[in-house]
């Protein structure tokens, strides 16, 4: 179980947390503008990275907010915490 | 006439730990995120709220604990009434707060059961059953955290040394009771 | 009859504290401080087991946690019953008894033996080949696999023992006190990192702490005393936390490991009572240091697993540590000079040293040279072909080697013995590094994997690390934790060490035989009984992956997990597949690294703590007056009141009818309650919900539907306005926690510019529903000052009010059809409040009703249950409730999707009521739905979401899915089931009251 650096409240346990999927997803605007294709594609299409994948946590048994996580998939290393809004660091 | 019928009817006793529940606490949730908000409050209360993360601060009648960026958890230091549920604290927050758009008050009086553990062996209990470290906690008087305790949230408040509040939902409250006397009878 | 094999008092052992105990029902004696196997080597018994498949006669191979062979089942036929317990690892004590295990009738004489005789037809992949077809048979094949299979037999009765968790936080922590782990300790805690150091053993100073010899010194005193030294000094350091008795089971990313700490299995029984067995160390450490030294490797040859062979360093250490003998008649075999050290123990013992046979040709050393001067014999370039003596070794056969190592030249000679010390070198304990994600490397040298790199903050120090010997770990260790713990100095600095270990070694991984293979038995599994010849097979049978060999030969796969002879199995597939060692890997070690028991995996969390419940203000009621109780997410809910033994049916009819014909009374406090305030509360409902909310007045309610963004149904509810910028949501019961999670999900990361503040206030409020034609006479009672009439307190709407002192909340919604109210009022009121309904509700035969009647009565109204009538695939429009979507709405969550090509489909499955042509015959919840029962394959429509029989209406009613089953209406349907088929007619969902009269009745 990994170790997660809530921008929040610091390091706590990942049982204290739950993932929310791929971050940087933003809901379309004007949904009804969509095609099908387009809907689907924000609806369905998520990346599954083996290395660096930008995710979204909440602290859901802290402060319960959500938050953005950089972690290495292939050995679950976090990179990064940041907060939503906040812009994804770069590569280092 | 209503009758009271709170949750946790005993008060156990243990080498090195004793805990109870402590009732009526007027207990409030209150949300902002403006400045006018946190002045307002502290207008209102003669109360600071604490904005560093997992700290709380106090006032001759209340307390406030740190939750989160825009939430605390206000209690009152003494039992009150249970004749009566009308709070004083909650309809001027609900005055200077909720009526002005400042941000939201909740009464969550019942919504958590409060229970007091005095003894040096508090941390060795929680330690049975939270992954939260309270290596540095228990010696920082007035910290504050939310955290699981055998798989239950809970907000854990050390208002003094082998002195601890811990709030938890009601309905979870018997059940977590129970399995701290359990965890309590073999330390 | 038995001998006394034991030869010397060992501090170790108290002579004054004599134990009894049991083995295969006999009584025998040890000492305080002995573990099973040396009390049992001490009454000259080898032969403790039977192996798995061939059940061959094994012993007592090791001393430690490796042991493959000597497992037995603790206390059989009673409820702390044990199967597969190390008795190298077992400290014995008053009462215990101990079995065999894997064999029938007796360990002495077992039938399984005849696999031994059959073992050329019983060859690696025997079950695979043979049991798999036909595939039909399995079950008849399991049964006798099954039976004659399995090491020891699980425990049939509950466990009377208690087991904990606990978590541990430490800037450190040690696995392992031997001399390494000592030296780190001791620095680690004196420069202020709160540390806790983990022993698997009863005492600390691992291998060094039993030797006594000449040859090894540090500052002049003999190694033993300058460690005791160090030990007695860590036991002051106030930072450091000591465990023995505790082992790490596993070692996950992070640094999170979990360690097993044994608190009362070396107490007498009676001692154990309301203790805590084992506990299960959650530990989360900064900083590791692995120090879990290192494990003898066996060597190869023929028949090379008989009792009476065990590593030489295992004999070394039951001489020391525990002053027993393993044999009167000794020989030991090396390729190394760790046997040395052994025969150099033993002699000054007086314990009898026949020969020793060493793999090298040239070998030079003090050790050796102190041995030849001690007149025993040693075979130099010599091997072991075979070995004989049927339940204890008596002779072995020995030839020279060829200078290749390859063959075996020369004539036989034949050595007698009781005894058989091996040694193949030494192997590091790297199965934590490995399981926490390390990468090893291999050394030629000396044929050993060691850490490579590290993937978390972490270290390997001595033995585990490859640092074999004392001045070794002496210069080595201090320089590395000087790095790793970044401090200047340790006390280790410029130590005096005498070591007269010389590192020569001939690895020769599978010994040549004068036999061909495939005839002989050359263990490199012994609890699996996978041999040389097995491995070889699979390579031939065209296995190349490490992990694939193991698989098929069960190389590695038994509660040792190969701990002995991976290294082998490694080495003879390469050498007969021509790779390097370094290039093959090695097979993955997983967690644990011993077996842990299920005790200790679940802790507490068995009875009452299995799961958690929740309880509402009223629960003490509902137990006072024999509710039933049915669980709804984690709450306890009233599923029905049986009153003078009724049945479940017949009690749920009698409440159906009350609460429709007078009042019936419901604990709705389970509902999710969540506060909603803020400037632009109404806009957020707009957003969340289907329907629209801006225009809903102060003081009055709605019910709304709430869908994923994929258009389908989530979670619904009755949202209430108390103030222009405050709502009262209610949520499903099972839905509260996941709906204000996603709730705030929408508000922080799409919708931060909203003001808007959820609270979850669910457990603040008692809520008493009652409903029928008579509740509102009963609240009015209740609550005398309120105006319950139509036009003041219409349906949809609430009021502000107060029982006495006591502020509460009146809504008037109804999930049963019936005119309806619900009091909410703060929950530590709520059972009062309930007693004074019951009290009053008296003359209108008021009558409490569980969730079932509560079911049936919203599905006479056709109402839906989230989660019962929909899963993740329902639309509002797939369940007729097309008037709930607004149309005005630009956009709300999940709207675009109600108009993509899939859910725009004419023939999705949509909800129906189904009525019964026979009306007494009440369909299954689950049956599957036909129309034509004759088509093959047949084709399923849809399945029965509801069902019940209604006492209102006298029939069975049910609502179902149905592929374009709107478009069905009167259509027949079949619903076939094991012995009959029932006839169905498609209907409206709504069985009862249409009209809604009875709301306002």
Request: charged share 25%; hydrophobic share 35%.
């Amino acid at each position: 179980m990994f170790i997660i650096n809530c921008p929040y409240c610091g390091e706590r346990e990942q049982s204290e947390f739950k993932a929310g999927g791929e971050a940087h997803i933003v809901r379309p605007k004007q949904p009804t503008e969509l095609s099908d294709d387009q809907w689907a594609e924000y609806l369905f299409m998520r990346k599954n990275i083996k290395g660096i994948q930008f995710e979204r946590w909440v602290h859901s048994h802290g402060c319960r907010k959500w938050f953005n996580v950089v972690r290495d998939t292939s050995n679950d290393v976090i990179k990064a915490v940041y907060k939503m809004g906040e812009k994804p660091p770069t590569k280092k | 006439m209503l009758n009271y019928t709170n949750t946790i009817t005993e008060e156990k006793s243990y080498s090195g730990l004793q805990m109870k529940e402590m009732k009526p606490i007027m207990k409030l949730i209150i949300r902002g995120k403006k400045r006018e908000f946190l002045s307002s409050i502290g207008k209102s209360l003669n109360l600071l709220l604490p904005t560093e993360a997992n700290t709380s601060s106090r006032s001759e009648k209340l307390t406030a604990l740190w939750l989160s960026p825009d939430e605390w958890m206000i209690y009152s230091n003494e039992t009150l009434s249970s004749k009566n549920n009308d709070y004083e604290t909650e309809n001027l927050l609900n005055d200077n707060i909720s009526k002005k758009n400042l941000g939201a008050i909740t009464d969550v009086t019942d919504q958590f059961v409060l229970i007091n553990l005095k003894g040096d062996k508090i941390f060795d209990l929680f330690e049975t059953g939270s992954p939260f470290n309270f290596n540095d906690f228990k010696n920082k008087k007035g910290s504050v955290t939310q955290t699981i305790l055998a798989k239950i949230d809970v907000i854990i408040h050390n208002q003094n040394q082998n002195d601890a509040n811990l709030f938890v939902r009601r309905s979870f409250s018997q059940h977590l009771f129970s399995w701290m006397n359990d965890s309590a009878s073999r330390l | 009859m038995t001998k006394n094999l034991r030869i010397k008092t060992s501090k170790f052992i108290d002579e004054t504290y004599k134990i009894s105990f049991k083995f295969n029902g006999k009584t025998y004696f040890g000492y305080k401080g002995d573990t099973l196997a040396s009390a049992l080597l001490a009454n000259d018994i080898h032969l403790v087991g039977r192996s798995f498949k061939y059940h061959r006669p094994r012993g007592i191979m090791t001393a430690g946690s490796e042991e493959p062979n000597a497992i037995v089942q603790l206390h059989n036929n009673t409820s702390r019953t044990e199967p597969n317990v190390r008795v190298t690892e077992i400290e014995i004590y008053d009462g215990l008894e101990a079995s065999s295990q894997n064999c029938w009738p007796s360990v002495n004489f077992d039938m399984g033996g005849i696999n031994n005789f059959l073992s050329p037809v019983l060859p690696a992949g025997f079950y695979y080949k043979t049991f798999m077809w036909p595939a039909s048979f399995w079950e008849k094949y399991e049964y006798f696999i099954r039976k004659s299979a399995g090491l020891g037999k699980s425990p049939m009765e509950p466990d009377p023992d208690i087991y904990e968790h606990r978590y541990v936080h430490c800037d450190l922590l040690i696995i392992g006190a031997g001399i390494s782990g000592i030296i780190a300790a001791k620095t680690a805690a004196k420069n202020g990192y709160k540390t806790l150091l983990v022993e698997e053993k009863s005492y600390l100073g691992g291998s060094t702490i039993y030797q006594n010899s000449e040859h090894f010194k540090i500052n002049n005193q003999i190694s033993s005393s300058w460690l005791e030294k160090e030990i007695n000094e860590i036991k002051k350091i106030k930072n450091l936390e000591i465990k023995t008795r505790t082992s790490v089971a596993a070692f996950h990313g992070y640094n999170f490991l979990l360690a097993r700490e044994n608190l009362t299995d070396h107490l007498p029984l009676e001692q154990r009572n309301k203790k805590t067995r084992q506990r299960l160390l959650k530990i989360r450490a900064k900083k590791v240091i692995t120090a879990t030294g290192s494990l003898e490797r066996p060597l190869i040859f023929d028949n090379n697993d008989r009792p009476g062979i065990l590593l030489s360093s295992a004999i070394h250490k039951y001489a020391n540590l525990f002053g027993v003998a393993c044999g009167e008649k000794n020989i030991l075999f090396t390729n190394n000079d760790s046997a040395y050290e052994t025969a150099i123990s033993l002699y000054q013992k007086g314990i009898n040293i026949e020969a020793i046979i060493d793999n090298r040709e040239e070998i030079d050393s003090k050790l050796i040279k102190e041995i030849e001067k001690n007149n025993i014999k040693i075979f130099k370039g010599y091997t072991i072909v075979d070995t004989s003596g049927y339940k204890r070794i008596n002779k072995v056969s020995i030839m020279q080697l060829s200078k290749d190592g390859q063959k075996v030249v020369g004539s036989k000679t034949t050595l007698n013995c009781d005894c058989l010390g091996i040694s193949g070198g030494w192997t590091p304990a790297v199965h934590l590094f490995t399981q926490s994600g390390g990468k090893l490397k291999f050394r030629d040298e000396d044929q050993v994997f060691i850490p490579n790199i590290y993937p978390s903050d972490q270290i390997s120090i001595g033995s585990c690390n490859g640092e074999f010997t004392l001045d070794e770990i002496l210069s080595v260790v201090p320089t590395t934790l000087k790095k790793f713990l970044n401090i200047k100095e340790t006390d280790y600095e410029n130590l005096e060490v005498q070591s007269s270990f010389n590192k020569s070694k001939r690895n020769i991984w599978l010994l040549p035989s004068d036999k061909v293979i495939g005839k002989t038995k050359s263990f490199v599994d012994y609890q699996n009984d996978a041999t040389a010849k097995d491995i070889k097979l699979a390579l031939r049978e065209g296995f190349r992956s490490i992990e694939h060999v193991k698989r098929y030969t069960t190389t590695g796969m038994g509660t040792d997990q190969g701990k002995l002879g991976n290294m082998h199995a490694l080495g003879i597939i390469s050498e007969t597949a021509g790779s390097k060692m370094g290039e093959l890997g090695t097979t993955t070690f997983r967690p644990p690294y011993t077996p842990l028991t299920f005790g200790t995996i679940v802790g507490r969390n068995v009875g009452e703590y299995f799961d958690i419940f929740r309880k509402t203000p009223i629960h003490d009621w509902h137990v006072e007056n024999k509710a039933e109780f049915e669980n709804v997410g984690q709450w306890k809910r009233p599923w029905y009141y049986p009153q003078n033994g009724e049945n479940m049916h017949d009690a749920v009819q009698r409440e159906s009818k009350a609460a429709r014909d007078s009042a019936g009374i419901l604990d709705a406090s389970t509902l999710g309650k969540i506060d909603i305030q803020g400037t632009d509360a109404s806009e957020f409902l707009n957003r969340v919900y289907t329907n629209a909310w801006s225009k809903l007045a102060i003081g009055k309610c709605r019910y709304g539907l709430m869908l994923n963004e994929d258009g389908m149904v989530y979670d619904d509810g009755v949202t209430t306005r108390l103030g222009e910028n405050h709502y009262i949501m209610t949520t499903t019961t099972g839905g509260a926690a996941t709906v204000l999670g996603k709730l705030e999900d929408y508000l922080q990361t799409e919708w931060p510019e909203l003001d808007v503040y959820l609270t979850s206030v669910t457990d603040h409020y008692a809520t008493v529903s009652i409903c029928g034609p008579n509740s509102k006479k009963i609240v009015s009672q209740i609550i005398p000052d309120l105006d319950f009439s139509d036009e003041s307190f219409p349906h949809m709407s609430f009021k502000n009010s107060k029982i006495g002192k006591i502020k509460c909340r009146v809504m008037r919604i109804s999930f049963t059809g019936e005119h309806s109210y619900e009091i909410n009022v703060q929950a530590n009121y709520g059972k009062s409040v309930w007693e004074r309904c019951m009290e009053i509700g008296k003359e209108f035969n008021i009558t409490p009703y569980g969730t079932e009647t509560m079911h049936l009565l919203r599905a006479e109204k056709g109402f839906i249950i989230v989660g019962q009538d929909t899963d993740a695939t329902m639309t509002p429009i797939d369940l007729q409730m097309d008037w709930i979507v607004s149309k005005k709405k630009y956009d709300f969550i999940g709207k675009r999707s109600l108009y993509r090509s899939d859910t725009i489909r004419e023939d999705r499955k949509q909800l129906v009521g189904l009525i019964t042509e026979n009306p007494n015959e009440v369909l299954e919840e689950g049956a599957q739905i036909v129309a034509d029962i004759n088509k093959s394959p047949i084709e399923m429509l849809g399945h029965v979401t509801s069902s019940y029989y209604s006492p209102n209406l006298k029939k069975s009613i049910a609502l179902g899915v149905v592929r374009g089953g709107k478009n069905m209406m009167g259509q027949k349907l079949i619903i076939p089931m094991k012995d009959k088929q029932i006839n169905v007619t498609v209907a409206d969902p709504v069985f009862l009251d249409k009209e809604n009269k009875r709301l306002n009745a």
